[in-house]
Structures are given as structure tokens and as C-alpha cells.
């Protein structure tokens, strides 16, 4: 994954002025959001861009879209950032009640140390496949986002 964050992957940015500009508009909503209101900070950073000339004509043209689908997009990048926690804490209790269970299980097969160990192994290992293919799924859904956003500003 490329990270296109201000600051970041600087060879990239410099070939490419339309995406550093975006990174800096992406930049200012976030500074602006730990103190106004989303669709306040939004405004501010659409307006800021506009003076400084990053996006500018960009801006100025679609000025209603842009404040409207960043608006959108924070409240997703929202609503994600809580079904991750929700998800991690019911991976965490899963992972509770089998290793409970499988504690139990080991507890009353001592004598088949070794099965309960390979479930365990197995077990485990189906539990991390599971996260990867999360976290890939996940990793996919953003760079599929990315890559809209980058063909939107590429059109304009």
C-alpha cells in the first residue's frame, strides 16, 4: 500500500502535482476537523486551497461536489473506524471463548496432549487467516477508493 498522506512518499508527489495537491487538501480538513465541525473544517480547507492555488481551479469549479463528497467521506472513514472496533472486540472475545473452551477440553484430555495441540494450532491459524483476509479485504476497499478519487481528479 502507497501512502499518499502529505509528507509522505515524496518521489511520488513530485510526479504527480494534482495528488500532492490533494494531500494537502487532505492535510488542512484534517487539522481543521480537531477543532470545527466536519462540514465547518471542510469549508475552511476548500477556501484555504482556493487562496493558495492548490486545487484551485479544480475547486473553484466544483467547489459544491468536493465539500459535499469530503463531508461523505469523513463520515465513512467514521463508520469504519467503529466497525473495526466493534470487529476486533468480537475477534477478542471469540478468541476468549475458544481458547475457554479449548482450556477445558486440554483439561480433560490429558492423556491426548498432542490432538488438543494441534487443534490449537489449527484453530489459531484459521483465526489468523481469518484477520489477514480481513485486513486485505479492507486494504483492497481503501486502495479501490483511492483509485476513484485519484480518477475523478485526474478527469477534472
Known amino acids: 500500500m502507497i501512502n499518499i498522506n502529505e509528507g509522505y512518499n515524496q518521489k511520488l508527489m513530485e510526479s504527480c502535482q494534482i495528488l500532492k495537491e490533494y494531500a494537502q487538501y487532505v492535510s488542512k480538513v484534517r487539522t481543521y476537523k480537531k477543532t470545527l465541525k466536519l462540514n465547518e473544517a471542510v469549508e475552511k480547507a476548500v477556501e484555504e486551497c482556493i487562496r493558495e492555488g492548490i486545487l484551485r481551479e479544480f475547486l473553484l469549479a466544483n467547489k459544491a461536489e468536493v465539500v459535499a463528497m469530503s463531508i461523505f467521506e469523513y463520515d465513512r472513514e467514521w463508520e469504519e473506524e467503529i466497525l473495526r472496533k466493534?470487529?476486533?472486540?468480537?475477534?477478542?472475545?471469540?478468541?476468549?471463548?475458544?481458547?475457554?473452551?479449548?482450556?477445558?477440553?486440554?483439561?480433560?484430555?490429558?492423556?491426548?496432549?498432542?490432538?488438543?495441540?494441534?487443534?490449537?494450532?489449527?484453530?489459531?491459524?484459521?483465526?489468523?487467516?481469518?484477520?489477514?483476509?480481513?485486513?486485505?479485504?479492507?486494504?483492497?476497499?481503501?486502495?479501490?477508493?483511492?483509485?476513484?478519487?485519484?480518477?475523478?481528479?485526474?478527469?477534472?
Do not use: I, W
Not at 473452551?101 to 488438543?116: S, V, Y
Not at 490449537?120 to 481469518?130: G, N, V, W
Not at 485486513?135 to 481528479?153: G, S
Open 86 to 156: 466493534e470487529e476486533f472486540e468480537a475477534g477478542k472475545e471469540m478468541g476468549k471463548e475458544l481458547g475457554e473452551k479449548l482450556g477445558r477440553k486440554l483439561g480433560k484430555e490429558e492423556e491426548r496432549k498432542n490432538t488438543a495441540k494441534e487443534r490449537h494450532c489449527a484453530d489459531s491459524e484459521k483465526m489468523r487467516a481469518d484477520s489477514e483476509k480481513m485486513r486485505a479485504d479492507n486494504a483492497e476497499k481503501e486502495l479501490l477508493l483511492l483509485k476513484e478519487k485519484l480518477a475523478l481528479l485526474e478527469r477534472k
